[in-house]
């Protein structure tokens, strides 16, 4: 149990299930409570922190979905099960899960922006009458870059989803070509009545375009959330590395409202 907010405590790596040669995700022993959309901070000793969505959790654990970068994604990668990293968290708001009881909900995610928002997708799949219908647009750069492809497959097969996946630039079966933002138009918006909640994730340039996309096909403002990465340090609303104007993301985050976010989209 994690009972000091600041102190980190150490947790056993339960599993590692490579996604990519550069992606990996870690299962850690885990019985904190956790929220859709919450992130923790991990660390090794001697190497650092940084901040990691959570793209998972269940009884007993807690799985992150980690892109090898630098200094310390590059030391997690040499850990193996059975190992131990530091953990402290939960952190941020998460996804507000009661907006989305009731309506159809349009996800658009790309890459690892996948992260942040499988475990609310999840819980749409397992919970088919939580929500209306599922519309999920995910793209990745290639198809060395697909993550979670299991439950891509189980979503897309899933009786109240309509999934569109696509690569950047690469032909592949079963999947299209182009950019997330070329396939909002698939989403029937005028069907919905109104009823309906927009949740974008993904690279800054992505989230910018996709929310100026969903805009011009009439999509209102407060019906589309966003979640961010910013550059982060204490997580709790201390060191000001994560604040835009009176905005921490930390904290107010990283889950906005476009009303909100469309300030903090660089
Ligand atoms: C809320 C939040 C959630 C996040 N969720 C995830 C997640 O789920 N999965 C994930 O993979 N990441 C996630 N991130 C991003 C992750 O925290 C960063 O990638 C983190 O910096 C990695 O730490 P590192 O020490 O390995 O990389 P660092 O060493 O800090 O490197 C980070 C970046 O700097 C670049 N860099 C490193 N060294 C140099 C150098 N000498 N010169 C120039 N550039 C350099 C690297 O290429 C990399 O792009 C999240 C961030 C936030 C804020
Ligand atoms: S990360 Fe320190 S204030 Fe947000």
Not at 76 to 104: A, S
Not at 146 to 153: G, V
Request: aromatic share 12%; proline share 5%.
């Amino acid at each position: 149990m994690l009972n000091n907010p600041v102190k980190p405590y150490p947790h056993k790596i339960l599993e590692i299930l490579p996604q990519t040669e550069t992606e990996w995700t870690f299962r850690v022993a885990n019985d904190l409570p956790i929220q859709h959309g919450q992130f923790m901070q991990i660390s090794l000793p001697k190497v650092g922190e940084a901040p990691f969505s959570i793209s998972g959790f269940g009884d007993g654990y807690v799985d992150f979905t980690i892109r090898k970068v630098g200094k310390v994604t590059n030391e997690l990668f040499n850990l193996k099960k059975g190992d131990f990293i530091f953990l402290r968290g939960c952190y941020g708001n998460g996804w507000p899960v009661e907006q989305f009881e009731g309506k159809n909900v349009v996800i658009v995610a790309g890459g690892t922006g996948v992260s942040p928002v499988k475990s609310l997708i999840h819980m749409f799949y397992e919970n088919s009458d939580y929500a209306k219908e599922i519309y999920l647009i995910l793209g990745f750069k290639n198809s060395r870059s697909i993550l979670f492809a299991d439950e891509l497959a189980e979503w897309k097969a899933a009786k109240h989803f309509h999934a569109v996946y696509t690569l950047d630039n690469e032909e592949r079966e079963g999947w299209n070509k182009g950019l997330v933002t070329d396939f909002l138009k698939t989403v029937p918006f005028d069907s919905f009545g109104g009823n309906y909640a927009c949740i974008v994730v993904g690279p800054p340039v992505m989230m910018k375009f996709t929310g100026l996309g969903l805009l011009a096909t009439g999509v209102s403002e407060d019906k589309i959330w966003m979640s961010f990465e910013r550059k982060m340090s204490c997580a709790i609303g201390k060191c000001g590395h994560c604040r835009i104007d009176e905005t921490y993301v930390c904290l107010d985050g990283p889950v906005f409202n476009y009303t909100v976010a469309k300030k903090l989209v660089d």
